[in-house]
């Protein structure tokens, strides 16, 4: 049997591959070379945007697809070296790109910083739940797809360069932090929320700096709401 033959990847598989392509194609926009170079700076972040909304649709639903067809060996590791590219890394890259033109050199520096934060972040997330955590029922700390989410929304408003550093530091900070994030069919129900509000403001249906700061508070009032009620039953059952 060749090695191709063994390592073949399976339907879900492919869905991570186009999760990984929709961050690398992200990145690509916001060069502004080859299909994308007639692009102003802002329509490119809005494809890039699109890309990586895309990019958690197909997150999601990978694990729906592994149950319908079957996994294999490479589904795991595949999953989160795509997710490190898409949610990780594309993000902030088109988050700088989008903020750092008009800025000083100090200023790209501080937003720099925030980018390495965030990335850093995401990129320890990921590792520790696939070590430790990838059957648990509920998420600790903001998953990287919400938090790409957050990310994009940034690039949205019209922050300064330090403003875009502290929320993508922040966006950081929860991803490692221990408030609890709800997991399975909630996190769906949420995600599509911010699916929709999000491809809406995207394509320019509704103001989509409205949609950034309700993905921006969907982000701390779920995680907030969670504790709470996670605090409530605790005290109900002592």
Same mark, same amino acid.
């Given at each position: 049997?060749?090695?191709?033959?063994?390592?073949?990847?399976?339907?879900?598989?492919?869905?991570?591959?186009?999760?990984?392509?929709?961050?690398?194609?992200?990145?690509?926009?916001?060069?502004?070379?080859?299909?994308?170079?007639?692009?102003?700076?802002?329509?490119?972040?809005?494809?890039?945007?699109?890309?990586?909304?895309?990019?958690?649709?197909?997150?999601?639903?990978?694990?729906?697809?592994?149950?319908?067809?079957?996994?294999?060996?490479?589904?795991?590791?595949?999953?989160?070296?795509?997710?490190?590219?898409?949610?990780?890394?594309?993000?902030?890259?088109? &988050?700088?790109?989008?903020?750092?033109?008009?800025?000083?050199?100090?200023?790209?520096?501080?937003?720099?910083?925030?980018?390495?934060?965030?990335?850093?972040?995401?990129?320890?997330?990921?590792?520790?739940?696939?070590?430790?955590?990838?059957?648990?029922?509920?998420?600790?700390?903001?998953?990287?797809?919400?938090?790409?989410?957050?990310?994009?929304?940034?690039?949205?408003?019209?922050?300064?360069?330090?403003?875009?550093?502290?929320?993508?530091?922040?966006?950081?900070?929860?991803?490692?932090?221990?408030?609890?994030?709800?997991?399975?069919?909630?996190?769906?129900?949420?995600?599509?929320?911010?699916?929709?509000?999000?491809?809406?403001?995207?394509?320019?249906?509704?103001?989509?700096?409205?949609?950034?700061?309700?993905?921006?508070?969907?982000?701390? &009032?779920?995680?907030?709401?969670?504790?709470?009620?996670?605090?409530?039953?605790?005290?109900?059952?002592?």
């Amino acid at each position: 049997m060749s090695v191709w033959a063994a390592r073949k990847p399976g339907g879900a598989d492919i869905l991570t591959l186009g999760n990984a392509l929709c961050g690398m194609v992200a990145m690509l926009a916001m060069t502004g070379v080859g299909l994308f170079q007639s692009l102003t700076l802002t329509d490119q972040y809005r494809t890039a945007a699109l890309l990586l909304l895309a990019g958690t649709f197909l997150d999601v639903v990978v694990g729906a697809a592994a149950r319908r067809w079957g996994g294999t060996p490479l589904g795991p590791p595949l999953d989160c070296l795509a997710d490190a590219i898409t949610f990780g890394v594309a993000p902030v890259v088109a &988050v700088v790109a989008v903020s750092a033109p008009t800025a000083s050199s100090a200023e790209q520096a501080v937003v720099m910083a925030g980018a390495m934060a965030f990335a850093v972040a995401a990129l320890i997330r990921l590792a520790d739940f696939a070590a430790c955590h990838r059957d648990v029922r509920d998420f600790v700390g903001l998953p990287t797809t919400s938090a790409c989410m957050g990310a994009i929304a940034l690039g949205f408003l019209p922050l300064s360069p330090s403003g875009v550093a502290v929320g993508l530091t922040a966006l950081g900070v929860l991803m490692v932090s221990p408030l609890p994030y709800p997991a399975g069919t909630r996190v769906v129900g949420v995600l599509l929320g911010g699916w929709i509000v999000g491809a809406f403001g995207i394509i320019g249906l509704v103001e989509v700096r409205v949609c950034a700061v309700l993905t921006l508070l969907l982000i701390i &009032v779920v995680p907030l709401t969670t504790a709470f009620r996670a605090g409530t039953s605790l005290s109900r059952s002592t």
